[in-house]
């Protein structure tokens, strides 16, 4: 039997499992799906960057150590970052509990989003995406 995996409709995902949600005020929230989560197993430990920091898209914004593996968090969008979530570098766990509440990484004011936001999965093409990411990570043996 597949694994289900919810992805959340008002949000854009990207490869490297991080989802971003803008607000009526253009500021984006960025944090993990589920499935992404999944391979990752418990997280242990995470960094993120301090407010005002300048991150761009698909380069390195913070690190993670989780029961699976450790690795690079890759900023989905090019902007500053303007808050950080300290109860998830004190409770990394809260991640793996609430991904799209609670456990939330950084929002960030884009400074490209209309052109970023295109290179990312959402809406109509969500569903086909999260189906063959599964396969993948299936055919991988990432997930168990």
Known sequence: MKKQFDFKSDRFYNSNHLWSKQDAAGIVTVGMDELGLDSL????????PSERTPVEMDKAMGSMEAAKMTGELVAPVSG?????N??????PLLVNEEPYGNGWLVKIEP???EKESETMVSGD???????????RFETQGILD
Request: net charge negative.
């Open 41 to 48: 197993g418990e997280l242990a430990y995470l960094t993120l």
């Open 125 to 135: 093409k969500l569903p086909g995406w999260a189906e063959q990411e599964i396969e």
């Open 80 to 84: 500053i970052v303007i808050e950080k």
């Open 86 to 91: 300290d109860r998830v570098l004190q409770n």
């Open 111 to 113: 400074t490209n989003w």
